[in-house]
């Protein structure tokens, strides 16, 4: 796992060259937000360990197997040390109810862990502001850090090859497009996530991109 110091909040850790988790530093210690695919557990452990803190919560931007992937090997290891906070929608799916119309894109694998926190939009977790932003998922949400406008955005956007929306195909990225539920409602969670006017944007899949601005713009363009 290959570990970046983003900024003095936020470590980046890289799994497989192409997805990405994110520590975020806290008082109490760390939040992990996403856990890449399966088998990562003791790597995303030791890196938090390297970070100087234990892993107290782990919030999910949504229920796709590379984000979702190694929780259950999480809750194993951390127990009741840590909580766990999962998008509403998408945990009513892995919990096998039918939320919407049609087949669902994307890996959706077997998850025991119940959540312990339900997130919706406007929640907190510690510095971190929930944003809803669907489409990629039913459930998808970002997550803003208030402190310093860093913005967690998931797979709305990649930045593999570019900044792109995940509403559109892009060819040096096509598997984010090729998961993506309602195409319409993520370009518009786009929208929303620009309008914030994050001052960095980290995503799922690709490198951060500081004063993302101008390349989310062009992103929009492109896909709308
Ligand atoms: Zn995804």
Same mark, same amino acid.
């Given at each position: ?101 049609? *087949?669902?894109?994307? !890996?959706?694998? %077997?998850? =025991?862990?119940?959540?312990?926190? @339900? &997130?919706?939009? #406007? ?61 319409? *409602?993520?370009?518009? !969670?786009?929208? %929303?996530? =620009?309008?914030?006017?994050?001052? @960095? &944007?980290?995503? #799922? ?20």
């Amino acid at each position: 796992m290959k570990t970046t110091i983003v900024t003095p909040n936020l470590v980046q850790l890289n799994r497989l060259r192409f997805v990405n988790a994110y520590l975020v530093r806290e008082d109490d210690g760390l939040t992990l937000v996403d856990t890449t695919t399966s088998g990562a557990a003791d790597d995303l452990v030791a890196a938090a360990q390297q970070a100087g803190g234990a892993i107290r919560r782990i919030a999910l931007t949504h229920g796709h197997g590379d984000h979702i992937g190694s929780l259950d090997e999480l809750k194993a290891k951390l127990g009741d040390s840590v909580e766990v906070l999962v998008p509403e929608l998408d945990a009513r799916i892995h919990a096998g109810e039918k939320v919407v119309e049609g *087949k669902l894109p994307g !890996s959706w694998p %077997t998850v =025991r862990t119940t959540p312990d926190v @339900l &997130l919706a939009h #406007g929640d907190r977790v510690g510095s971190l502001e929930v944003v809803a932003s669907p489409g990629h998922t039913p459930g998808h949400v970002a997550f803003l850090d208030t402190r310093d406008g860093t913005l967690i955005a998931g797979d709305v956007y990649t930045t593999l090859g570019g900044t792109a929306v995940s509403s559109h195909f892009y060819l040096r990225f096509p598997l984010a497009a090729m998961a993506t539920w309602d195409k319409a *409602k993520d370009l518009e !969670s786009a929208r %929303t996530l =620009r309008a914030l006017d994050p001052a @960095l &944007l980290v995503v #799922g899949h690709g490198p951060a991109v500081p004063a993302p601005g101008a390349a989310m713009d062009t992103a929009i363009a492109r896909a709308s």
